[in-house]
């Protein structure tokens, strides 16, 4: 008996033995199958859910103003998608239990979340909202619909998150955001060309990141390095483990200002739609250390509206249309470089103020078979134009007198000279910058005509910042300064490379010169016609080129310039100075584009309009300069306050009804703001006492009105309710209507109305 019990126990013992052991080679079997023969298909399956070393992007660092504040950043955007079609492939009746709650909540809660949308993302109607959910889900339309076409910010992004049915969650609502980083230049539109873009392009079938102005000059310094990651697969979501932390970029502080961005270009843009013109630019300096407070490039541009539109573009890179212009478009400058002329011929010790040419009445003159123009002519009695003469009448002729009397046997010394002034120099502001030339004596270029066509502004070819560098040398008493457009790169707010302001040349040229020149410039835009006829209209007026920047409240001083460029329909039209001539504070240049085969004015119109830089780029300077230094000299209203003598409120004439409410708000007796009952318009005067009196003026039905005095507002109302189409030039009150006062108005006819401030 126990001898079989042993038995039993043995047999036992000897199975659990086999069978443990059979375990052992089935394992080791199948291990060794997994590492030798499965080993490629395991890893494979690894790699799925498991990846090494996954870039993590560094966010890009800043492009700020003068003042730190911020003007280019990386902002994330959204795109709303949704999927109508909810899909369970394992568990069907999940999916359909799903897809009902669905269909009673978007039945629910549509109306509301269209208005909710419409509310947080303006421009697309409730109704066009609802529409294109509708269509959606009827069929159910899978992944990747859009409703709303544009992009999120983040702010919105929340808000909408918050909405009915969205807040509901992805399963339900079906709503899933996709996250796009977009470069955003916080001021729109303005000064794109100078921050420059970064963008994904396709450059033969391969995509390249593609990096332009200071988002290029700058680049290694912006982009920052990436860092790295672990990628792995949990419970069906992707978790990343950060091995490498990135290094954001650092921000870049330039010189430029938003203020001083938006008053130039409001102000060029101002004037290329009044003059329907192609393109224009501006380079604003600040005078003492070649600070740039501004930059700002436009070109006419149609959108799909056939509407005119000015932008400023993102730089000179393949697939854009046009470049910098300001920095990297090579011209022939014209007058305005009749200024470096004069001023070499005074450096050199070639001539001086007391020299004088013939003035040449015929306003043609032939230098050996070459024919030589001047766009005007005033007798001053003497029969010769002085330096100062030829610089305010532009006279093109006299300029060719007397860069012959200086360099006709040393052509070289004029050449040398615009070298030594820094005129080829490349300042390498941004990496596209052009570099000038100059045509040389003994090159296959130059010819019997070069020095003549040199000293008015041919045969040369000049960036705007090249020349505004110049003339704020001249402003600078001779000092030549550097062009400065980043001030610091910065680290978390700390600087990690500085860029301080660089003297060039502590005198380029004599403080005399610089004076001297001022003043023939300041001649330009203020000098009194030299005319000795006191009949011509002209007599004991305002005659220069510049006259149209001549300004109330400063002295400018400046040079106009009006050359041929890209072919005979094309004209680069200029004005380069700085002010106020006294004390300059600021430099500016103005160059605008003239192309007469985008000039939608008839023919006749056209040519009765002889464009130039005087009528152009001088008006723009003008106000840009004005704008400027009313802001340069704000005081607030507290400090201004006069309690003794306290100042009369500037008033203009216009609607009865608005000016008592005007002076009624700021405490004028009633009594005196009576004015004959059915009398709509008036005028305002102020007594001995400085007490505001309000009369009547009479507007006859039926007849053009006395406008002068008015503002742009009740001057228009007026004017079109006797049919008259009416066009305005400048701001301010009306000083000048083209129809007089009383006549009987031809329906459709214009009226021009001048206004001043």
Known sequence: MFKFR?????????????????????????????????????NKIKEKNIKHDVPIEARRGNILADDGGLIVSTLPKYRMLFDFAYRN??????????????????????????????????????????KRFRNGRYPRKRGGYQPYRGSISYSQFKKIKELPIIREGKKLSGCYTQEIIERKNILGNTANSTFGIVRNVEIDGKKVEEVNGIEKKYNEYLKG??????????????????????????????????????????????????????????????????????????????????????????GNIKYNQTANHALCDLNEPGSIFKTVAMTAMLADKKLTTKDSVNAYPSMVYNFNGHRIHDEMYRNNGTGKYSMTDAMMYSSNISMVHFIKKAYAGNPEEYTNTLQRFGLTENYNITDN????????????NWNGYSLNSMSYGYAVGMTAINMVSFYNTIANGGKQMRPRLVKAILNNGEPVEEFPTEVINEQLFPKAVADTITGMLTQVVNGLSIIVDKSDW???????????????????AGKTGTAKAYGANRKLMSFCGFFPAEAPEYTLIVQMMYDADIDPRPEEERARNNYGGGSTSALAFKEIAEKIMTERFFVPIENAIDEKKPAKPAIKRGNTKDLRMLLSSIGTPDSLLNVEKGNMWGDTRFDRQGMPQISAREIGDGRVPNVEGMGAKDATYLMQRCGLNVVMTGYGTVKRQSIAAGRIPVAGDTVRLVLQP
């Not at 042993?6 to 199948?30: A, Q």
């Not at 070649?290 to 509407?307: C, H, P, T, W």
């Not at 910058?433 to 296959?444: C, H, M, V």
């Not at 002209?538 to 400018?556: F, L, N, P, Q, V």
Request: aromatic share 6%.
């Open 225 to 314: 390095k990436p860092g790295s990651g672990t990628k792995a697969k949990l419970r069906g979501k992707y978790i990343l483990r950060e091995d490498r932390q990135p290094v954001n970029g650092c921000d870049i502080q330039t010189t430029l200002n938003t203020q001083m961005l938006d008053i130039c270009h409001n102000a060029l843009e101002r004037v290329l739609r009044e003059k329907h013109l192609a393109a224009g630019w501006a380079i604003l300096m600040e005078t003492k250390t070649g600070d740039i407070k501004a930059i700002v490039n436009l070109s006419r541009d149609m959108n799909g509206n056939g509407k005119v539109q000015y932008i400023d573009t993102i």
């Open 89 to 130: 492939p394992n568990d069907k009746e999940d999916e359909r239990k799903v897809n009902a709650q669905r269909d009673s909540i978007w039945e629910k809660d549509l109306k509301e979340l269209c208005v909710g949308l419409n509310n947080i993302l303006p421009g697309t109607s409730v109704e066009e909202l609802e």
């Open 6 to 42: 042993d038995d039993v126990v043995l047999r036992f013992n000897l199975l659990v033995i086999f069978l443990f052991t059979t375990i052992g080679i089935i394992i080791i079997g199948k291990a060794a199958i997994i590492m030798f023969i499965e080993r490629d298909d395991w």
């Open 538 to 556: 002209r007599y004991g007026k305002r005659d220069g080129t510049g006259k149209a920047a001549h300004s109330e409240t400063m002295t400018i």
């Open 433 to 444: 910058e052009a570099t000038p030339y100059l045509t040389l004596p003994g090159t296959k």
